[in-house]
């Protein structure tokens, strides 16, 4: 990767994502580089299948996680505060980051967008710590915070109505990971799994001719959970809409 990226722009940055103190944990040792990209965004093609949302979320904080983080997918959307261990060059505080992609590298669990690397350095070190390439970091878990934004319900690019829909969750706050997500068929009345087809992606070959009611399974600190979302896709379905929801995980 070059290091003559322009870090100006890397440093600019809005943090939507806050630490919460009341669930403090350990730190995990690990590693982290970053990829090269000409805007020092995200990528809109990473493996969550976010797209766009992906390369922008978080203000360009955002990362690709290791398969251990990246959990064939439920491990889309999660949030971390990652911090180099180098005093001379790095924050106390890091960066907070939203998983987006899935990628490894030289024994790292994340490959950072340019902007969320370099908000791991002091104000005047960003160019000593790009080209240091890879770095010693810790990090944990935190509860993602979306100020002002509800979960919504993409209808995937690749959809096609009426008899494909494909969806992803978006604004996926707090310490949550989907797990599973159902489609309600109202002729049969009942639920019916939908395939994780990659990342964050949910599809069914059989999507009701109605609003489309969706529930998905929920792992979080108080354990497994299914959370509804009635008639939250309307029966006229287009590709590439993001529908806005009322709920909120926390």
């Given at each position: 990767m070059g290091f003559s990226l322009k870090f100006h722009c890397c440093l600019m940055s809005v943090w939507v994502l806050l630490p919460t103190l009341c669930y403090a944990q350990d730190?995990?040792?690990?590693?982290?580089?970053?990829?090269?990209?000409?805007?020092?965004?995200?990528?809109?093609?990473?493996?969550?299948?976010?797209?766009e949302f992906g390369r922008t979320v978080n203000d360009a904080n955002v990362?690709?996680?290791?398969?251990?983080?990246?959990?064939?997918g439920s491990g889309c959307g999660t949030c971390y505060q990652v911090r180099c261990t180098n005093p001379q060059l790095c924050t106390e505080n890091g960066v907070n980051i939203v998983v987006t992609d899935y990628g490894e590298g030289d024994n790292t669990d994340f490959i950072l967008s340019p902007r969320a690397y370099s908000r791991m350095a002091q104000s005047d070190k960003a160019g000593e710590l790009f080209a240091y390439g890879v770095v010693e970091v810790e990090y944990q878990r935190i509860p993602c915070r979306y100020g002002g934004y509800k979960m919504q319900f993409k209808v995937h690019e690749h959809s096609k109505y009426p008899n494909y829909l494909a969806i992803v969750i978006l604004y996926q706050a707090g310490q949550t990971e989907i797990l599973a997500a159902d489609v309600w068929q109202a002729d049969c009345k009942e639920w019916i799994g939908m395939r994780r087809a990659y990342g964050a992606v949910f599809d069914t070959t059989y999507p009701p001719s109605g609003a489309v009611t969706l529930r998905f399974q929920v792992q979080g600190r108080a354990g497994v959970y299914w959370v509804q979302a009635s008639n939250v896709i309307p029966s006229d379905w287009k590709a590439g809409v993001a529908y806005e929801s009322d709920i909120e995980l926390e």
């Open positions: 730190y995990v040792k690990s590693r982290a580089t970053y990829y090269g990209s000409p805007d020092c965004l995200g990528t809109p093609r990473g493996a969550c299948g976010y797209g990362a690709g996680a290791s398969y251990r983080l990246y959990k064939n």
